[in-house]
């Protein structure tokens, strides 16, 4: 779905084979179609602001009064002439100012938008290979992050973004943001991951427990696998009744 919805048929996305070439494809394509919608909006912005200076200067003109010279001393007039051409040059000068403070502020937006956003994508990633490494083995299916997610773990972001704002908290770092999201969002797939890596821990100190000398003469004599899941059921069901 991401692929046709960047423009790529089903048929040439089976026909790359390699998922990860076709992830790459698709990230060129929504890159390069962010930069066009950016250029377009940057034109536009640009155009409006030119219409904007254009029609200040008419209205500054209309204001300023053209002087009779049958009735006017042409040195006054003169004097004059000289005196609005000053104050149009001074607003020209003001406009074009303004302009370009609306085009660095657009590009550093920009800018800003395009680091935000390589930085989400590898949050994702790291996370997607966090899942593959603790849970994709064994033969346990690893949790899959798909764009639907993705999108959701950002929503979260924005929404905690928002709260912290309209209560006047100090906003948190992005990277601790992203995990409290992710955690939320992927509640499941983390607890799995919590508890494969319980589970591996506990076998490693198992395994060295048994390995110490007289350590197989313990007093209870359990496995690693009782182990573990005393330590699971001490941790999840402690407190049932």
Known sequence: MRAIN?????????????????????SDRQRLERERIESEELEAMRAEDAKAAEDRKKALEAALPTLDP??????????????????????????????EQASQSSAVDAAREREIASWFNGKVAELSDSFDKVLGKDGVAAVTITPETANAIAEKIAV?????????????????????????????????????????????????????????KSKTERSPTEEVADMLDKRYFANRS
């Open 6 to 26: 960047a423009g790529i048929s089903a048929a040439d996305a089976v026909a790359l084979g390699d998922d990860k070439l076709v992830d790459q494809l698709v």
């Open 70 to 99: 049958e009735e006017t001393d042409p040195n006054v007039i003169a004097a004059f002439e000289a005196m609005k051409k000053l104050v149009t040059d001074q607003q020209a000068q003001l406009d074009s100012f303004r302009a």
């Open 160 to 216: 905690m973004v928002d709260g912290y704002r309209a209560n006047n908290l100090q906003v948190p770092e992005l990277n601790v943001m992203f995990d409290e999201a992710a955690r939320t969002v992927l509640k499941d797939g983390f607890a799995r991951m919590d508890e494969a890596q319980l589970t591996e821990r506990m076998e490693k100190r198992a395994a060295q427990d048994i390995s110490r000398p007289g350590g197989s």
